[in-house]
């Protein structure tokens, strides 16, 4: 996926995606944490 050429802003689009599963971890993480 990330070394596809013929999608425009592919290098942007991955970083958004990177971005978007660190924040769902750091919530998932966050939530299993956060009762004890």
């Given at each position: 996926l990330y070394?596809?050429?013929a999608?425009?802003?592919n290098h942007a689009i991955?970083?958004?995606f990177v971005l978007i599963?660190?924040?769902?971890h750091f919530i998932a993480v966050y939530?299993?944490?956060l009762p004890t």
């Open positions: 070394s596809i050429n999608i425009k802003f991955f970083h958004i599963g660190s924040a769902c939530w299993y944490v």
